[in-house]
């Protein structure tokens, strides 16, 4: 079965430090994804990757960054945190040709 | 993608079947139906798809109608573990460019009584 798993499961930050978000997947698969979620809406993806060492900028990529140093690992980073980075960061991966994503439990990021 | 619209919520009581609606009058004839649920504090997980033919697989049966502007994911025989927000999306398929990113919207809130 697919499996997504990401570290920390959650964190507190203060304001203007580096957090990072590790995602990783046993899935074998191409594509990963960050998105962040806020209270009572949906999904924003950041950033996503369809290959190793590459990545590409999502909805909402500004106060993000993005490391894809394998296929199996994507990282998120926010090198200066706000308190408008409180959220749930979700990672995803699907495979090419695949639209179905599979999604991890979630980070709850919270920035004081 | 194109616009889905859905109730805002639901109420089932354990072993009913659920039906699910969901409208998408402006689709478009390369977007597939997809349906996704969600339980606080865990990450959207994958219910089913389709893009003409009505499907089916261990956890729903997805109706589309024949001009394809609305669906109906059916849930049968629900228990308390199906509670969550159902989520009914359009996504371009993979190889007509895009990011793939999924977009939610509300969705629609299933409660289910034991």
């Known amino acids: 079965e697919a499996a997504v798993t990401q570290s920390p499961r959650s964190k507190v930050a203060v304001t203007g430090g580096k957090v990072t978000l590790s995602c990783h997947q046993t899935?074998?698969?191409?594509?990963m994804y960050w998105y962040r979620q806020d209270t009572g809406h949906g999904l924003r993806l950041i950033h996503y990757?369809?290959?190793?060492?590459?990545?590409e900028k999502g909805d909402i990529p500004d106060g993000y960054k993005a490391s894809r140093p394998s296929q199996e690992n994507f990282s998120l980073i926010l090198e200066l945190a706000s308190l408008s980075q409180t959220a749930v960061y979700f990672c995803?991966?699907?495979?090419?040709?695949?639209?179905?994503?599979?999604f991890g439990p979630g980070t709850r990021l919270l920035v004081l | 993608d194109a616009k889905t619209t859905q109730p805002d919520s639901m109420e089932s009581t354990e072993g009913e079947t659920v039906h699910l609606p969901c409208s998408h009058a402006?689709?478009?004839?390369?977007?597939?139906i997809y349906w996704y649920r969600q339980v606080p504090l865990q990450g959207p997980e994958y219910v089913t798809h389709?893009?003409?033919q009505n499907t089916t697989n261990s956890m729903a049966f997805l109706a589309i109608a024949s001009d394809r502007k609305s669906s109906t994911l059916i849930l049968p025989h629900v228990s308390l573990r199906d509670a969550a927000v159902y989520h009914c999306?359009?996504?371009?398929?993979?190889?007509?460019?895009?990011?793939?990113?999924?977009?939610f919207g509300q969705g629609t809130v299933l409660s289910v009584i034991p």
């Open positions: 999306i359009l996504r371009v398929g993979l190889g007509t460019g895009g990011n793939n990113k999924l977009t």
């Open positions: 995803a991966s699907s495979d090419w040709g695949e639209d179905t994503q599979y």
């Open positions: 389709g893009l003409q």
């Open positions: 899935n074998n698969h191409d594509y």
């Open positions: 990757s369809y290959v190793a060492d590459s990545t």
């Open positions: 402006t689709i478009s004839g390369n977007e597939y």
